[in-house]
């Protein structure tokens, strides 16, 4: 029978009052470098898929897949990541998934054909894993639990940065150099992110842990595959599809496998008691819930801006500065505001400010003003950020000090698994919702009722803002089909968000539940 306590973890460096290795003020910045890389080409590689599917002849579906197998990767991999830094540190873990990052980025610019591209994309999603749980374990070493929720804050704020000038760089690159100059971006950058890393940030790791629980690990990685996989393709073969239920029965069985598993293992992959703790349990649902209604409805605004209001990719992205923008004043107040409210107001709150931002998108016309998303963008960051803050808080901060990688694993996952879902779930909605009110939209312009099978031939289209118009038509018949497909895309995003809005409700009242919780340094998670 082994225990996994603080005491057994190398001492965190959030004492230390020189400066240099171990400082926690220098590891903050080290990570935050490393982590903005990551969110840079997140936000960049959305404003860059339109041209990259230009030059490489890439379909619709070969672009979600630019997106889709890196997410894949990422959800598969990041709590058996987690384990990594638990077992070999969290310091060389999070080095080897800088260098690797910065390494696909540049094969990915060097790409000639959409399938290498995407095949880069799954193998730098595996390396974003090893990346992201280590950033948030490296923070949790080096601050005391009494600062702890200003430091993630301070994290937060980070990748609010990187949120608000992503569309930008992006739009200029984009419009400005090439679509592969978004990548090679992440070298220098990585580059600076590898040599601060190696100077300032202290190793930790776990040492009672000696092996990993690699049965544990193909089950895990089975499970979230037949999850995440069956999650993106279910909108292609249908909710009700023999496939669809196919993955979602092996998501279920490999799943209560995993779990059977871990209760026996000697040193198991997940620790069940992890989830004894009742905050660890609903932050983890928390998270899933607010990835969800945030990745959900945010997925549709590219289309929006770009389909419905012809905008570039430079001035998509000043559409959407006010959100990113916010974070960086918004993350640092969550932490804040979690240390003197605790986490049951602050997020409960949060998602409370945040439905009523979707309720505000919901209401959005085809003759938006800037200012008229400008308003709910704000308020979206003011409401997802201490709900993000909060949520990643009590899983890291209440989970074991040596169980650290594996919680931020938890919480990356968890984040991953909503957005997909939400991403999903929220695009078949929508697409749904266009096809029941595209044919009335098409009367009402003067237009023939369309027959069941060209609204199936044209929902996929307008579901993107784009309007299924043939250059052979007459103008008069053009300009009315393209405005009906652009209300019928309204109504489809207005009930996306109105969907959005429910969740973040839902959400608000599970947080009334939350309890802050004791600091775990001291309490044992049993490994068998």
Known sequence: MAHVNAADTAPPSGSTSGRGRGNPWLTMAAVALGVIMVMLDGTVVAIANPAIGEELNASLADLQW????????????????????????????????????????LAIGLSQGIGMLIAFRVLQGLFGALLQPASLALLRAAFPPERLNMAIGIWGAALGVSSAGGPLLGGVLVEQVSWQSVFFINVPLGLIALVAGALVIRESRAETLS????????????????????????????????????????????????????????????????????????????????????????????FFFQGVH???????????????AGMIVASPLAGFLLGKLGPKITIA???LVTAAAMFL?????????????????????FGLSPVMVGATEIIVG?????????????????????????????????????ADVLPKHM????????????????????SYGVAPVDPSMPEQVAQALTRAAHLSFMDGMSFGYTVSCVIAVVAAVLALFVKAGRKTDDMPVHMG
């Open 211 to 302: 092996r990993i629980d690699w049965p544990g690990v193909v089950l895990l990685s089975g499970a979230m595959f037949c999850l995440v996989w069956g999650i993106i393709k279910a909108p292609e073969y249908g909710w009700g599809d023999a496939r669809t239920l196919a993955f979602g029965g092996a998501t279920v069985l490999v799943g209560a496998l995993f779990v059977w598993w871990q209760s026996r293992a000697a040193e198991p992959l997940v620790p069940l008691g992890l989830f004894k703790n009742a905050s660890v349990s609903i932050g983890t649902v928390l998270m899933v819930l607010t990835a969800f209604s945030m990745f959900g409805a945010m997925f549709f605004l590219t």
């Open 361 to 381: 998108l919901s209401r959005l016309d085809l003759d938006a003003t800037y200012l008229d998303s400008a308003i709910p963008f704000v308020m979206l960051s």
């Open 66 to 105: 630019v997106t889709s197998g890196y997410l894949l990767a990422l959800a598969v991999f990041l709590i058996t990541a987690g384990k990594f830094g638990d077992l070999f540190g969290h310091k060389r873990v999070f080095l080897i998934g800088i260098a690797g990052f910065a390494l696909t980025s």
């Open 443 to 462: 009367t009402d312009a003067g237009l023939p009722a369309p027959t069941a099978e060209q609204v199936e031939v044209m929902k996929n289209a307008v």
């Open 349 to 351: 709150g949060g998602m």
């Open 398 to 434: 209440n989970a074991p000090a040596g169980l650290s990688g594996v919680a931020s694993g938890v919480q990356q996952s968890a984040m991953q698994v909503g957005g997909s879902l939400g991403t999903a779930v929220l695009g078949a909605l929508v697409v749904a919702e266009v």
């Open 310 to 324: 012809g905008l570039s990719p430079l001035e998509s992205g000043m559409r959407m500065l006010p959100m990113s």
